[in-house]
């Protein structure tokens, strides 16, 4: 058997189908300089391939364990084989000299979702976006050789981003994979129950929960809107001003849409207001 074969039997990745297309945010757009792009790829598909593994409907919690371990000794060059992603990420971040932590700190959240169901507090889940959201920021931030001042506003907005996606899918995150990352604490303080998720409608109750938790990202999008002031990069700093344009148009949109009776999403309007509000920042 060829080296080849080999690699290809013992790959532990999967691809779900999905690809930067199905992203709420720009992921590696034209926005970003042209010579970067593939190093955000990179980053991207190894994420995206280790998110896969996380949210498999049929593998039990100890292999995907295992896969993402693989993952990150393929990563740290522990390994050769069984993960082209790694591989691929490896060797961009050994020529663009970005820290590994930013892949390895993604990979801490992705073994908290292939056994964590449930979260209790806030604090929970702040502390999950910390690794599942905040490290892609981070590695943006220094791929562009920008300034370790911009992390706070980027933590904000990233932090922001995550639960917005968490607002959008709890439905389909409870139905499909029995997971729910909103706060029982919040559920139990208004009178709700994850269970409720499942009705197809949201409750008066849900609506406070929801509600709860769209403030927090309101204040959370605030603070990121410092953010395209400090990023010295012209091009990342549209895109980071895009970004937040969406982030704060998506959170609207939540607070009167309901996402167990349908996916509140952004529509193509958002993105072109988003990119018209944001060019004022290219300069």
């Known amino acids: 058997m060829s080296a080849s ?46 998110d896969d593994i996380a949210d498999s409907s049929f593998l039990p919690p100890p292999e ?12 740290l060059g522990k390994q050769e ?3 082209p992603s790694a591989l691929t990420l490896r060797a ?19 073994r908290q979702d292939a056994t964590k169901r449930r979260y209790d507090t806030i604090d929970e889940l702040y502390n999950y976006c910390r690794y599942s959201a905040v490290p892609v920021g981070r590695y943006m931030l220094d791929l562009h050789g ?23 899918d709890c439905a389909k995150d409870l139905k499909d994979l029995d997971r729910c990352y909103l706060p029982r604490a919040l559920f139990d303080h208004f009178g709700s129950g994850v269970n409720d998720l499942r009705a197809g409608k949201e409750t008066p ?3 406070r929960v929801f509600v709860t938790l769209l403030d927090r990202i309101d204040r959370l999008n605030q603070a990121a809107t410092e953010l395209p002031e400090v990023v010295k990069d012209r091009r990342l700093r549209l895109e980071t001003a895009v970004i937040l344009g969406l982030s704060q148009r998506l959170r609207r949109r939540l607070a009167v849409g309901d996402p167990l009776a349908e996916r509140v999403k952004l529509t193509k309007i958002d993105a072109v207001c988003s ?9």
């Not at 961009?92 to 992705?110: N, Q, Y």
């Not at 933590?155 to 959008?168: G, K, R, T, Y």
């Open 5 to 50: 074969s080999v690699a290809a039997k013992d790959n532990v990745e999967f691809w779900s189908g999905k690809d930067r297309g199905d992203e709420n945010f720009p992921v590696g757009s034209a926005l970003i300089r042209s010579d970067l792009r593939p190093h955000v790829h990179a980053y991207y598909t190894f994420a995206r391939n280790a």
């Open 64 to 75: 995907k364990i295992r896969r993402l371990n693989l993952m990150e000794a393929v990563l």
């Open 81 to 83: 084989t069984g993960s």
């Open 92 to 110: 961009s971040l050994a020529k663009t000299g970005v820290s590994v932590i930013h892949a390895t700190e993604l990979l801490i959240a992705f």
């Open 146 to 168: 920008e300034d370790h001042e911009c992390y706070p506003s980027s933590d904000a907005l990233c932090i922001a981003l995550q639960i917005l996606n968490h607002l959008q």
């Open 205 to 207: 109750a849900l609506r």
């Open 275 to 283: 990119v018209l509000s944001a060019a004022r920042h290219f300069w």
